[in-house]
């Protein structure tokens, strides 16, 4: 439970992860770049990290190559041995529901129930309109969605489902996970409301760096009344702290490789957010542009961002400063980095992860591992 603010809030043992947006590097080609998301994957599960969760994105140029969440998972699963993985999140408005629970059920067995499902809408209206999906119904499809693969994964015989988005018919899933009930689940917000929800419903939650932990202290602050509500053991709470993540031998090395990383990642982000300006409806574009304007002054004044943790870099005390500092606002038990951002030479990207390991994880509690059976 969050403690009052004399004390900030309560300082948990912490899971170390990785999250990916599998972007395409102009330096290699798409093979290399799929090669090098395979040793990351591998180097990670080694050096004894608890998750490793990619993204999904389409129709953004070099932002993700990651269009399909059940092949980048099929080669985590196949390089990987212990370490827990899983989308974050399948993208359910431009998805086929049932499918998703069809094929998630084998990526469960193929890594022995090792798989965490992460759900959502995008953050994208181009990704829906391209597939022809109205934004204005994608919370309607996640949520029912939602239901269709909770149903799938807990139904003993056939099944029907008909909402005002899926209709199917006599369903018989041959195979359900190896986890019981289903794998965990994933849902984070940016609203309180929502997170509140989410966490009453034993979901895991998270923010992403880029808005800072002073915009998601009410989120995570609503996350925890709703996780504390639910009756569910603490063993279980889960919300994460997603950001651009370098640790090199000195501060000044790192910033030196980070902030030319972080400048060429936030552009990424601006030619997505650019593609849904392009597209969407007048009432849609204000909110487009202040995110746009958000980003040209994060690549405008790197000092700031650097200031306000929207990217952590330095030598691996300043990291675990930086970390201790987020957690002193946000109640945090999952930091969750982006190593391989930008263009970021795999050298840099491997050292990042070895310094991790070994200097700055051991400066904090670690969690107990989690069971397949969660």
Known sequence: MMNDDEHGPIQRPLYWAVFDHLAHKGTMSVGERLDEFAREAALADRLGLDYYFTTEHHFSKDFSLSPSQSISLTVIARETSRIRFGPLVVILPVSQPLRVAEELTLLDHLSNGRLEVGLGRGIREHELLTYGVDPDTAVQRVEEGLDVIRQAWSTEGRFSFSGEHYQYAEVEMPWRPVQKPHPPI?????????????????????????????????????????????????????????????????????????????????????????????????????????????????????????????????????????????????????IMGEFSFGLLDWKYVEQSYRLLAEKVMPAFPRAAPQSASR
């Not at 000092?303 to 987020?326: H, N, W, Y």
Request: include cysteine; proline fraction near 5%; charged fraction near 25%.
């Open 186 to 334: 994933w849902m984070p917000s940016n609203t309180p409301a929502n997170a509140e929800e989410h966490g009453r419903n034993g979901f895991g939650g998270g923010g992403f760096s880029f808005l800072t932990a002073s915009f998601y202290a009410p989120v995570a602050a609503a996350y925890e009344r709703g996780y504390q509500a639910s009756g569910l053991p603490e063993s279980q709470y889960r919300w994460a702290w997603m950001t651009p993540l370098l640790v090199a031998e000195t501060d000044e090395q790192a910033r030196d490789l980070c902030y030319e990383a972080f400048e060429y990642q936030v552009g990424l982000f601006e030619y997505e957010a650019q593609r849904s300006h392009e597209m969407v409806d007048d009432a849609r574009k204000p909110a487009i542009e202040a995110g746009l304007e958000r980003f040209r002054q994060m690549k405008s004044n790197l000092e700031e961002s650097d200031e306000l943790l929207r990217f952590m870099c330095g030598s691996p005390d300043t990291v675990i400063e930086k970390i201790q500092a987020v957690r002193s606002q946000l109640p945090v038990n999952v």
